[in-house]
């Protein structure tokens, strides 16, 4: 059978194998009124993959194990762009042959307060794009992948002035920086933003805080990356190896955004007297479940701030965010690697040692699936 | 010597004495332009008086055994009302005659950006109202005492509708609660606030809540204060010893509110998703200093929700505080003792027992000192 019956991807069964998805084909979800499928023209990865298809953020077995229908197996990928090839019956929000980008969400209710008022992201009947069973029991499915179906909601259309291997790191790691900044430093004067962590995330948020109006400190252990945090736009960098890194940064930040995956390595009680008065400190990396923030209430107490996180960002947003990237011609680092069973397991392994400046966006998928013919 | 050289006021030297301060005679600071002598005329006990007593909230010896000049021994008190018997040559604030409140800051730069901005009590040069050194080296003293020595900018004009001994309790308690309650809800339509803990702090919260226009649940342990807390006008009850209290929960309040003075037996990872989308979690309880917040980042995840502290409130609030509880006719729940070492070790004990509903304010200074002559 072909699509779109079937569809195509790198898959794993046991989180062993996270390296080495093997190519496989399988049944999409049934396709509903407000599904659209994407013909993927190329991916970016995303540390998410790492850990889902590690299965650390959870302790249950992979979801996809106890689908009720469609694949035991699981495929990955959420910064996906590609062309729209077939709409459900109720789609309004694009059509057969436009460009779109999807990320890490490919459904929600719709209905709920949350999905009403610009915060689907945040919707309780959220569906991930991969690893989340859907109400019927299907276990989605990404878009390392020659096709992915998803809500249109989460479909979004993209400007023409950006390539889509430079788009796609937007679609999740760019959206869910641009959401908690712009949320964080909207209405105020000057804002300051400090950047923590500069890898995927990390450099789409220098580049965005500038975008938006922020005087931006990178914020990274040693002076690797330096040099390329002041490219991307970054004011001020800040080693936190220095002994002293924090003097005279008291009530400096309208915001802290922390983008690296680990919480642990964080001195939150160091960090937390850098923010004005009743400003946050936001984690959007996500860490082994395992983990927790340990901090003493007493941080907290000299400025009134708050530490929290933030989950992805909404259509608007991703909208906005990509509006604001062809107004002020930034772009991802990206470095591409043509998709195959080496590339996507290239791209893993390297982004797990952490090399990679900054984005991997996979790309070739016309080629390797023999689509891109409509 | 007598007062302006000398105050009286009751004492500990050793924070295993905590439960029974001494009366004893003790050199004033010395009086600065903007400064302001209270003759005190009652005081509420708030519970940071038992950590400040007991030493819980630091690791070093008690402050007052270091001070460069002034008394060796610590009065502690900073819920303070009183008559203006004294104004430094600068004082513009108050005269000679008024009846002023003071709280648990003295003193501050006004010089900085946060004393600027409506944000005073979170200026890094700010000096509490007891146990805190002042630049000269003196330790600051509280109001359990026949006279305090304060900055205009922290003695609060009173209407003259509330009595004494029910205004006291607004100058700190009041305060703390109203500035986060203010600041998280202002601007939003039909507000739900929690309050935890149902204590000095939290009664007063209740109450303050529904002034400012809020729905509000009450939460507590067990059902022994539910028909109080009705009576403040909450207008739901939780008992979080019910096995599903959080039922239903999910997405309800845009402020929960923290009043327990312990965070160690909050379960925050049931708390945080009854929170709405971006909304926060504070904490107004300082807990013992080895005490921490532990937290998964995961529950801050699916609403992107924050926990953070507030620190008392600036004197714009605690004018506009004042002014709400003339407006709603609301006055804390005051138990009186007669101020004498008796009385003070009476209330630092009952307090320490829970044995209060729901806070105590010491009258009768001026027969106990003489002093209500002027």
Known sequence: ??????FQGFAISDPKDWATPKLTSFQPKNFGPRDVDIEVECCGICASELFALKNDWTHDPLACLSSKYGPKTQVVGHEVVGKVVAVGSDVSLCKVGDRVGLGAQASACMQCGRCQSG????????????CDPYPDGYVSQGGYAS????????????????PSELVAPLQCGGLTVFSPIKRNIQGKKNPRVAIIGIGGLGHMAIMISKALGAEVSAVSRGYSKRDDALKMGADHFIATSEPNWNAGLDDTFDLILNCASSTSSLDLNALLPCLKVNCNFVSVGLPHIDEDFKVKPFSFFHNGCNIGSSKL????????LM?????????????TIKVCEAGVSEGLTRLDKGDV?????????HDFFGTGKQ
């Open 119 to 130: 915060n689907e992201q945040y919707c309780a009947q959220s569906i991930g794009t991969y």
């Open 323 to 335: 509006e604001l990237a062809v107004k002020h011609n930034f772009r991802p680092w990206v470095e």
């Open 1 to 6: 059978m072909t699509y779109p019956e079937q």
């Open 313 to 320: 960002g909404s259509r608007e947003e991703a909208i906005e």
């Open 147 to 162: 096709h992915v179906r998803a809500h249109e909601q989460f479909c979004f259309p993209i400007p023409p002035e950006i």
């Open 357 to 365: 400046r900054y984005r991997f966006t996979l790309t070739g998928f």
